[in-house]
């Protein structure tokens, strides 16, 4: 990597703006249900306060319409607090921070608060504003770093030769970097999830670089159609149909094998307590009025039997509709597949991690992604809006 990093700075009485991603689950409390995206940034966080320097810490929570005290920063400010031993006073952009103190933390409120964050446009100044701030800009937050926002991007180009990557940054990229420039092989990829549309671009770099593709979730629907089968009302894309079909000839050129389901759980009302059935789309398609939920068993033992030989998997989204429980089984398999091979296994996406928590198998993957977005846009396109704008990026995986 060619990025300049925390370790390049001398951050002795310097004042740091860090991007850190703190968008953290919160209950009907308003407090936090699981503190991995804080404690993934106590490294970076740690060392500029060991290195004499002082911290404003920057974040959004949720998806706020403006001012929502719902989605305040204040539950993160008292876990980080709790975490330190140290106060982390929550501030904003109006409060008084010229005497910030060596060794000292304050979090800003928010920044979604602010339309100018989410469409820079809005506000120039505003990015001046937070620039203002400090001596030093940092971002460890990779979950972000595919947005194009003003903490991310245009508050890091006001910082010449001083826009650093964090140490959790680092890691993402090297991490994925090293994978898909050269992967221990066979290198097999699962993805799943909703829409085709959203990882078209990442299916397409994939190919050629994998051994195999196993796709599942709502998006298979999408390739099933577009191969000829019934689907029945089953959640599918009518207009990828075409670049479904695409991708499975791109298979055949590149000579990578794709997967797509043998066969599904269906239900007539996705809810809990449906009844359900089992298809075998090598006997029938989905019938109409029926829509397609979740994996089958011969999907599954297909997938068990083809991951033995594996040496590296990326897995990104959910097998089904892993918000129901009746429908998350297949979901919850994969994760218990990965977790029995001795691969390289990298998992990224909401529902992939969930599964992996609520199974206490977290522990067993080799790398979870803290940006299950950024990280199939960095294999899409080797590179991140919150990478280049940073000193010295230049960076492309590809």
């Not at 398609?285 to 990326?314: N, S």
Request: hydrophobic share 45%; glycine share 10%.
């Amino acid at each position: 990597m060619n990025l300049l990093n925390l370790q390049d700075l001398d951050l002795k009485n310097k004042r740091v703006l860090m991007r850190v991603d703190f968008n953290v689950p919160l209950n009907s409390l308003q407090e936090i249900t699981d503190d991995t995206r804080i404690q993934a940034a106590l490294p970076s966080i740690q060392y500029v306060l060991d290195q004499g320097g002082s911290l404003i810490l920057m974040s959004h929570l949720g998806r706020p319409k403006g001012e929502d005290p719902d989605l305040s920063l204040k539950p993160c400010a008292k876990r980080l607090s709790e975490i330190l031993g140290q106060e982390v006073r929550l501030v904003t952009l109006g409060d008084d921070l010229s005497v910030l103190l060596p060794g000292e933390v304050v979090l800003l409120e928010n920044l979604r608060f602010i339309g100018a964050e989410k469409k820079p446009e809005k506000d120039p100044g505003f990015a001046k504003q937070l620039a203002g701030l400090a001596d030093i800009y940092v971002n460890d937050a990779f979950g972000t770093a595919h947005r194009k926002h003003t903490s991310t991007y245009e508050v890091a180009r006001l910082f010449p030769g001083k826009a650093a990557a964090g140490f959790l940054m680092q890691k993402e990229v090297e991490f994925l970097s090293s994978v898909i420039q050269d992967p221990k092989r066979p290198f097999y990829a699962i993805i799943g999830g909703a829409k085709i549309s959203t990882k078209i671009g990442v299916l397409g770099a994939l190919m050629g670089k994998v051994d195999g593709l196993l796709i599942c979730g709502a998006m298979a629907h999408t390739f099933l159609k577009a191969e000829g089968i019934e689907i029945g009302d089953s959640l599918f894309e009518v207009e990828a149909v075409h670049q479904a079909r695409t991708i499975l000839n791109q298979g055949i050129k590149t000579g990578t094998f794709i997967v797509l389901p043998l066969d599904e759980v269906v239900v007539q009302q996705v809810a809990e307590g449906a009844k359900a059935e089992l298809v075998d789309f090598q006997e029938k398609g989905i019938p109409t009025g029926w829509k397609g939920v979740d994996i089958g068993p011969k999907t599954l033992k297909f997938y068990r039997e083809k991951l033995q030989d594996a040496k590296t998997v990326l897995w990104n989204g959910p097998a089904g509709v892993f918000e129901i429980a009746e429908f998350s089984q297949g979901t919850e398999a994969i994760a218990k597949i990965l977790a029995d091979l001795s691969a390289t296994t990298i998992v990224g996406g909401g529902d992939s991690v969930a599964a992996l928590k609520m199974l206490g198998l977290s522990d067993q993957m080799t790398h979870i992604s803290t940006g299950g977005g950024a990280s199939l846009e960095l294999i899409e396109k080797g590179t991140l809006p919150g990478l280049e704008a940073l000193t010295g990026s230049r960076i492309n995986i590809l």
